[in-house]
């Protein structure tokens, strides 16, 4: 486990603060020869996971020896014939996800998701260079009661398909406010895809955004349906996650009534009498009806968004 103190030289860079951390890594503020700010990304096998807040106490500052409640760390998820199986990792699986990460960060290139400067070798490690991106996060916002704007969502969904048609990231596979950054010019930045493995059936996501455990631009579209949900109503749609038949073929009659009866949520209008009709069947859609994809959110949105 590699942990870093402010003024410490890792690489060519100068370790500034923590800055946060990620579902099986740490992510420090550090500086580059020039005096340019690059967040630098650490495995580390006590990362994240549900079992996190056994261990570490819950404080309003952010440390690698405790757990802000601004943070919502991802799992690492086995999908299994028999069924899910929710781990740990260790060093070396995370290290290779790592890698894996930032070669699927170098791939894909867009102005909504982070941008990896490089990524070098330290005590036999793998350690990412990023682009440090100014702002807040939006479960900051949400947080702090900030007005929230639809066309945040907007801009994620069109990023997400101009990557997905050019086949340099189907999907990012855990969208969550943890893991959307809103610069001071409104613009958004993505950060943390899934890290996966489709040969071991290995995804690291965090289920209460996408309960279904999908690998498929479907999961971005439920990710988003359970934020909208969030921010209209103040709470999460489903508490028992993931879905316990996750990453099996949903053939039998068993399977679809547990999927039916495990998709049933309270209506946001039941919760906030004020969300619009239209908003609510946005979410809707997002959360239960399997043929709605990134193009039939965008389009509804958008007419949303004129209606306005």
Excluded at 261 to 268: N, V
């Amino acid at each position: 486990m590699i942990r870093l103190q402010t003024g410490e030289f890792i690489g060519s860079y100068r370790v500034q603060d923590f800055l946060a951390r990620g579902g099986f890594a740490c992510i420090y503020l550090a500086e580059d020869p020039e005096g340019n700010k690059v967040a630098l990304k650490v495995g580390d096998v006590a990362g994240g996971g549900r079992y996190i807040t056994r261990f570490l106490e819950i404080t309003a500052k952010r440390s690698p020896d405790w757990i802000s409640p601004d943070e919502t760390p991802g799992e690492a998820i086995f999908l299994r014939n028999d069924g899910i199986r929710i781990d740990f990792l260790d060093l070396h699986e995370i290290d290779t996800l790592i890698r894996s990460e930032a070669e699927l960060l170098t791939t894909a290139r867009h102005q909504n998701l982070i941008r990896v400067r490089e990524v070098f070798e330290h005590e036999g490690r793998p350690i990412i260079a990023m682009d440090y991106v100014r702002g807040r996060t939006l479960r900051e916002k949400i947080r702090a009661l900030e007005g929230i704007r639809l066309n945040w969502f907007l801009s994620i969904i069109r990023s997400l398909q101009k990557m997905r048609d050019k086949g340099q990231l189907e999907y990012h596979g855990d969208l969550k406010p943890e893991n959307i950054m809103v610069k001071p010019s409104g613009s958004v930045v993505m950060l943390d895809p899934a890290l996966r493995d489709d040969e071991r059936g290995l995804i690291s996501t965090t289920p209460h955004y996408n309960p279904l455990l999908l690998r498929s631009p479907k999961a971005d579209v439920m990710g988003i349906g359970v934020m909208l949900y969030e921010i209209l109503t103040g709470t999460l749609p489903f508490d028992e996650v993931p879905w316990p038949y996750a990453g099996r073929e949903q053939g039998g009659e068993v399977e679809r009534l547990s999927l039916s009866y495990f998709l049933s949520y309270p209506p946001p209008r039941d919760l906030n009498p004020n969300t619009p009709e239209a908003l609510a069947r946005i979410v809707y859609c997002c959360l239960t009806v399997p043929e709605y994809g990134l193009e039939e959110l965008e389009e509804d949105l958008v007419g949303f968004l004129r209606r306005e």
